[in-house]
């Protein structure tokens, strides 16, 4: 199993790595930005990817439509503290499967990722 | 998504931000350090006090022009990181969890205000750094807290609104 970890801070990208070891993904590749995201995903093809929102060059929501008009089948996990419903929904609505709100923790990430995880 | 119309906009006042980014604020610690903050006596200030080690700014625009801009010593950042699981303590990491900080508090609390509000990507800079190109209020408004023994604090920064023709 793959995953792509995409958030515009390296804490947080380690953050999220740290605490999916878990889940034994067998190859985690990360992107500071959502055009990064988006070549990652290309060449990598990774079974989860986790999106930040605000980002710089290309925000995680024009990624996850992006990356989802490639491969309608990718699984996607929006982390963001944008809390409003719009954006939640917003991020629903463009075919994430998962929406979890920032200050992640270890238990809410094990959470999500272990709901994108069944099948 | 479509732009929000800035005449449906609500007001963003300091004195209403002050009451949500304190609540942002003291959840954040709780969440990721386990303990609230101490609140102190917010200040206005015409002249901003100096900076501490790192600060991380979020610029907004929409309902209210300005920014947000939290100011962290060392010592609470190393605090964190370790309560994080976090191994690294340079000075980059330092300044990318406060511009992380920053950018999360902002963004909990825009939620007050909706897509009205818009936020930036968050920055962070050392106190050695020079002022960033930010618009700069007559006023702003500095909410010191006390965390740990660690003193820091979130300045807003928002520009009055246009005066009615």
Same mark, same amino acid.
């Given at each position: 199993?793959?995953?792509? =970890?995409?958030?515009d801070?390296?804490?947080?990208?380690?953050?999220?790595?740290?605490?999916? $070891?878990?889940?034994?993904?067998g190859?985690?590749?990360?992107?500071?930005?959502g055009?990064?995201?988006?070549e990652?995903?290309?060449?990598?093809?990774?079974? =989860?990817?986790?999106?930040?929102?605000?980002?710089?060059?290309?925000?995680?929501? #024009?990624? /996850?439509?992006?990356?989802?008009?490639?491969?309608?089948?990718?699984?996607?996990? /929006?982390?963001?503290a944008?809390?409003?419903?719009?954006?939640?929904?917003e991020?629903?609505?463009?075919?994430?499967?998962?929406?979890?709100?920032?200050?992640?923790?270890?238990?809410?990430?094990?959470? $999500? /990722?272990?709901?994108?995880?069944?099948? | 998504?479509?732009?929000?119309?800035?005449?449906?906009?609500?007001?963003?006042?300091?004195?209403?931000?002050?009451?949500?980014?304190?609540?942002?604020?003291?959840?954040?610690?709780?969440?990721?350090?386990?303990?609230?903050?101490?609140?102190?006596?917010?200040v206005?200030?015409?002249?901003?006090?100096?900076?501490?080690?790192?600060?991380?700014?979020?610029?907004?625009?929409?309902?209210?022009e300005?920014? =947000?801009?939290?100011?962290?010593?060392?010592?609470?950042?190393?605090?964190?990181? $370790?309560?994080?699981?976090?191994?690294?303590?340079?000075?980059?990491?330092?300044?990318d969890?406060?511009?992380?900080?920053?950018?999360?508090? #902002?963004?909990?609390?825009?939620?007050?205000?909706?897509?009205?509000?818009?936020?930036?990507?968050?920055?962070?800079?050392?106190a050695?750094?020079?002022?960033?190109?930010?618009p700069?209020?007559?006023?702003?408004?500095k909410?010191?807290?006390?965390?740990?023994?660690?003193?820091?604090?979130?300045?807003?920064?928002?520009?009055?609104?246009?005066?009615?023709?």
């Amino acid at each position: 199993m793959k995953l792509l =970890i995409a958030d515009d801070s390296l804490i947080v990208r380690r953050a999220i790595e740290r605490n999916v $070891a878990w889940a034994g993904f067998g190859e985690i590749r990360f992107a500071a930005n959502g055009r990064r995201a988006l070549e990652e995903y290309r060449t990598f093809r990774p079974d =989860i990817v986790t999106m930040d929102i605000t980002m710089p060059e290309m925000d995680g929501l #024009t990624a /996850v439509d992006a990356i989802l008009r490639e491969d309608p089948a990718a699984r996607i996990l /929006v982390v963001s503290a944008l809390a409003d419903k719009s954006t939640a929904v917003e991020a629903i609505k463009r075919g994430a499967q998962g929406f979890l709100l920032k200050p992640i923790t270890p238990e809410s990430l094990r959470e $999500a /990722v272990a709901d994108l995880l069944e099948p | 998504m479509n732009a929000p119309d800035p005449a449906a906009a609500p007001a963003v006042t300091p004195e209403h931000a002050l009451g949500t980014f304190v609540g942002h604020v003291c959840r954040y610690f709780e969440q990721i350090g386990g303990s609230r903050p101490e609140m102190l006596e917010p200040v206005l200030e015409r002249r901003p006090s100096p900076r501490l080690a790192n600060t991380g700014y979020m610029a907004v625009a929409g309902a209210a022009e300005g920014w =947000i801009a939290l100011s962290l010593p060392d010592a609470l950042l190393h605090r964190l990181l $370790a309560d994080l699981g976090e191994t690294l303590r340079d000075r980059g990491a330092l300044l990318d969890l406060t511009a992380e900080m920053a950018g999360t508090i #902002t963004s909990l609390a825009r939620a007050e205000y909706g897509e009205h509000l818009r936020v930036s990507p968050p920055f962070a800079i050392d106190a050695a750094a020079p002022e960033p190109p930010l618009p700069v209020p007559p006023v702003s408004l500095k909410l010191p807290f006390r965390w740990e023994s660690h003193e820091a604090y979130l300045r807003i920064a928002l520009l009055p609104p246009p005066a009615s023709p």
